[in-house]
């Protein structure tokens, strides 16, 4: 059973272009989580979805970031107008539709680092 | 204001030497997890602790979550090269979300 895959794995964008980050969770994984790690802040939560929905998008920055996790194909993070500050490790994660010990157990992917220049 | 408090936040030693990482909140948890990233890689579960004072083992590592259950700690014997790594205790708030503590940073020199 593959691991959850993200890709690119390394991602370079100039300031103000798009970077599109993609996650195709497990095999069975119907919810899917992103996270940052910026060398300051430690591992962040950003947004959880669930297929075509958005559950909880409260760590999301307001502006020029959006995530989708359409009916087919992966999970994909967007962030528009890209400035150096974006600048991190993105980490999907994704977890079975059943709760083990209460909840939905995470597995993480490689990661997309993504450098703003 | 960090709810996990994990210390050291960076720690060098030599091969074959033993440490201590801890991981304290003032907080009440149900369970913690404790992670290991590798350089370039996403977190890989180690260890999830569910009841207060509970001890496990993997290998050379050893998990104790505190009898209050508001913290925990990570102690590894004989610490070899391919420990190396950062190590992030966390747990799931009600949301489902995985909340972080800083992390440890452990580099094992042979």
């Known amino acids: 059973n593959a691991g959850v895959m993200q890709n690119p794995r390394h991602l370079v964008r100039r300031r103000g272009q798009e970077a599109r980050l993609r996650c195709s969770p497990m095999?069975?994984?119907?919810?899917v989580y992103w996270y940052r790690q910026l060398p300051e802040e430690g591992l962040k939560f950003m947004v959880y979805l669930q297929k075509e929905n958005i559950i909880d998008e409260s760590g999301m920055p307001k502006e020029r970031f959006s995530a989708e996790f359409p009916k087919e194909g992966p999970s994909i993070l967007r962030i528009q107008q890209v400035v150096r500050g974006d600048s991190a490790a993105y980490f999907c994660a994704s977890s079975p539709p059943v709760r083990t010990g209460g909840f939905y157990e995470q597995y993480f992917g490689p990661g997309t680092r993504l450098t703003v220049t | 204001t960090q709810l996990l408090e994990q210390s050291p936040q960076f720690l060098s030693i030599q091969e074959g030497e033993n440490l201590t990482v801890y991981c304290n909140s003032s907080?009440?948890?149900?369970?913690l997890q404790w992670y290991r990233q590798e350089p370039g890689e996403g977190p890989v579960l180690l260890v999830t602790v569910v009841t207060g004072g509970e001890v496990k083992k993997l290998k050379r590592l050893t998990f104790q979550f505190g009898d209050a259950r508001k913290d925990s700690s990570l102690h590894i014997t004989a610490a070899q090269p391919g420990d190396t790594g950062l190590y992030l205790c966390a747990f799931y708030n009600q949301g489902g979300k995985l909340i972080f503590g800083q992390g440890t940073e452990l580099s094992v020199k042979p």
């Open positions: 095999k069975g994984h119907s919810h």
């Open positions: 907080s009440v948890f149900s369970s």
